[in-house]
């Protein structure tokens, strides 16, 4: 369950739908009434953000400071403030609608039926991006050039605007869904504001890792208050820790040509096939 | 951004809002859209509202006319 949470969480194809689905679809005897779910999916999420802070431990150190320096100075002067600046500006609509709305959104759907449905309105959503992301192509010039090429026409994490921002920020919200991957939108969500796919991405793991980690932190009473088997749990977390900064590694290299077609493919065709298995109770 | 008094000083009074809230909410005060009603504390949204004070002040300090 770590190394599944850890590689879903970043792969654009929805750990959540994935953490409804698989134990569903194994019958693994994992329920999430128990009282040490929320403890365990908290130390999990710890082990992601720590994957994604040691992965831009940099880039953090640089982010932080341009905040600090920005903030007091009333005014941006490099790329670290901007996407600092940037970064706040849509943590800010994530976590107005993960605080007001994540509970209501996750029981109304928390069923493999849903998880498995929005699975493949998640893979549409990043082949619709895609559709737009080469229409856009054409008419910057670019669709006889080569990948590389192409994605050199396009802009970085530091250069899209605010109100992009905050709406690709709003798109997290999304991910509430079972089934809706928060890399997959705010990935898709980057490439229509004009970002490469490699920026995309790393603009997607940096906007989630404040959210990741802010909501694992909230929850952390809950984990110290509960008798769980710390051992088990903390093997499980730097697990998905690993696969996590694995996951990223690896997105981070493909994302330098590739694009969202494969992982929109694969959401399609495993919720299809999810709905055929739970609808025949195989 | 734009630059003017009017709108730094709005946002520096919207910070001071939510400040207020973030306060009741802490307290207990305010039960609005919360997940369970019988707490006495709403920690999470009180959270949220510092968050929202900070970046209120932060962009009331970026429309402050500047000098130079």
Redesign the interface.
């Known amino acids: 369950m770590g190394l599944l949470q850890g590689a879903t969480e970043l792969f654009p194809v929805s750990s959540l739908g994935h953490a409804v689905l698989v134990p569903s679809l194994l019958h693994w005897s994992f329920k999430q009434s128990d009282p040490a779910f929320v403890p365990f999916l908290v130390l999990l999420h710890l082990g992601t953000a720590a994957a994604l802070l040691i992965l831009y431990r940099t880039q953090w150190v640089q982010i932080i400071r341009g905040f600090f320096t920005a ?2 100075r ?2 941006i002067t490099n790329d670290s403030e901007r996407l600092a ?1 940037l970064l ?1 500006t849509g943590t ?1 609509p994530a ?2 609608l993960g ?2 709305l994540e ?2 959104i996750k029981s109304l759907f928390a069923s493999p039926y849903a998880a498995a449905g929005l699975l493949v309105a998640n893979g549409g959503l990043m082949l619709g991006a895609e559709m737009l992301r080469r229409r856009a192509e054409r008419r910057v010039q670019a669709a006889s050039l080569s990948r590389i090429e192409q994605e050199e026409r396009f802009t970085d994490a530091a250069h899209i605007s605010f109100a992009a921002a905050a709406l690709v920020g709003a798109c997290q919200a999304l991910a509430f869904l079972p089934g809706i991957s928060r890399s997959g939108v705010t990935i898709g969500g980057g490439l229509l504001a004009g970002l490469r796919h490699q920026e995309s991405a790393r603009f997607s793991f940096l906007l989630a890792t404040p959210v990741i980690l ?1 909501a694992a932190l ?1 929850e952390i009473p809950q984990l110290l208050n509960a008798r769980v088997p710390v051992v088990e749990f903390a093997a499980a977390a730097v697990l998905a820790g690993v696969a996590a900064y694995l996951s990223a590694r690896f997105l981070l290299r493909y994302f330098r040509s590739g694009r969202l077609d494969p992982y929109g493919w694969y959401c399609v065709a495993a919720g299809l096939v999810s709905l055929a298995l739970l609808h025949f109770g195989l | 951004m734009t630059r003017s008094t009017p709108l730094a000083v709005g946002l520096a009074v919207l910070g001071v809002v939510f400040i207020v809230i973030a306060a009741l909410y802490a307290f207990g005060v305010l039960q609005i ?1 919360v ?1 369970d009603p019988s707490s006495p504390h709403h ?3 009180m ?2 509202f510092i ?2 004070a900070v ?1 209120s002040f ?1 962009a009331a ?2 429309a ?1 006319p ?1 000098t130079v």
């Open positions: 903030a007091l009333g005014r600046m706040m800010i976590a107005i605080v007001f509970n209501r802010g909230i | 859209l997940s920690y999470t949204h959270i949220l968050v929202l970046a932060v300090n970026f402050r500047k």
